[in-house]
């Protein structure tokens, strides 16, 4: 399994950026998929998923409204629109997999139940 996060980079705040995560080795309908994100010195978080099944979504409160995560099965790709960037989102930002049939919702934004991590990308939001 393989995961590559990209798209992204340095914004301003208030900006957007869009997050891809490509998927290989495994097909991403019998999945959760989960965003990530990690700040200096902070511990890794969660920040939205997605079921690769039926499209099922959950957010964490700090970004909920903002952020949107959505999936294109066909490409096995998920996505995570982030619009009205705060420079406190400033993070690296990690894609990950966990198996659909043992997750469940309270375990979405929590990293010890994803079972494959991708590389992560950078973020950095100025204000």
């Known amino acids: 399994v393989q995961l590559q996060a990209c798209g992204g980079g340095l914004v301003q705040a208030g900006g957007s950026l869009r997050l891809s995560c490509a998927a290989s080795?495994?097909?991403?309908?019998?999945?959760?998929i989960g965003w990530f994100r990690q700040a200096p010195g902070k511990e890794r978080e969660g920040v939205s998923c997605?079921?690769?099944?039926?499209?099922?979504?959950f957010y964490a409160y700090s970004v909920k409204g903002r952020f949107t995560i959505s999936r294109d099965n066909a490409e096995n790709s998920v996505y995570l629109q982030m619009n009205s960037l705060k420079p406190e989102d400033t993070a690296v930002y990690y894609c990950?997999?966990?198996?659909?049939?043992?997750?469940?919702?309270?375990?979405?934004?929590?990293?010890?139940?994803?079972?494959?991590w991708g590389r992560g990308t950078l973020v950095t939001v100025s204000s």
């Open positions: 080795g495994v097909s991403l309908d019998d999945y959760a």
């Open positions: 997605i079921y690769g099944s039926d499209g099922s979504t």
């Open positions: 990950a997999v966990a198996d659909i049939h043992t997750m469940v919702e309270a375990y979405t934004l929590v990293a010890e139940f994803y079972d494959y």
